[in-house]
């Protein structure tokens, strides 16, 4: 299983906009780039990219494909795929919680936590 949004690394948000990008089909880093640039509205520079993407190979998160046209592209593992389901449950999860508070309710039962990954302790 996951140990939460540590596992995915210091970038976590770089991490799970690849993730999710490739979890639509495999791709090479620039369509990654572009896709990525649609999904947050912000762009990913290379370094950030492909930093990224030799992290989450290492973990067995994606996986390098050969070479199409002198572009490597890459793919989501079933470890990956298991890994951003459950970061994308957990954000959730978070949003909800959140959400209810900014509205001033209480529709989240205080017996049900936040998931230990998003619960962990407050840095002042």
């Known amino acids: 299983m996951t140990q ?4 995915l690394g210091r970038f976590a948000e770089p991490s799970l906009y690849i993730l999710v ?3 639509e089909r495999p791709k090479h880093g620039y369509a990654i780039m572009a896709d990525v640039e649609t999904i947050s509205g ?3 520079g290379p370094g950030t990219l492909y930093g990224a993407l030799a992290r989450l190979e290492r973990r067995g998160l994606i996986e390098a494909l050969e070479p199409e046209d002198r572009r490597r592209p ?3 593992t079933g470890l990956g795929e ?3 389901a459950a970061q994308l449950e957990q ?3 978070f949003a909800r919680v959140g959400l209810s508070r900014l509205q001033g309710g209480l529709d989240e039962p205080a017996d049900q ?3 230990a990954a ?3 302790p407050v840095r002042r």
């Open 4 to 7: 939460g949004l540590q596992e």
């Open 21 to 23: 990008s490739l979890s």
């Open 42 to 44: 912000s762009p990913m």
């Open 74 to 76: 890459y793919r989501l």
């Open 82 to 84: 298991t890994t951003l």
């Open 91 to 93: 954000l959730s999860a």
């Open 113 to 115: 936590p936040l998931p």
């Open 118 to 120: 998003l619960a962990g």
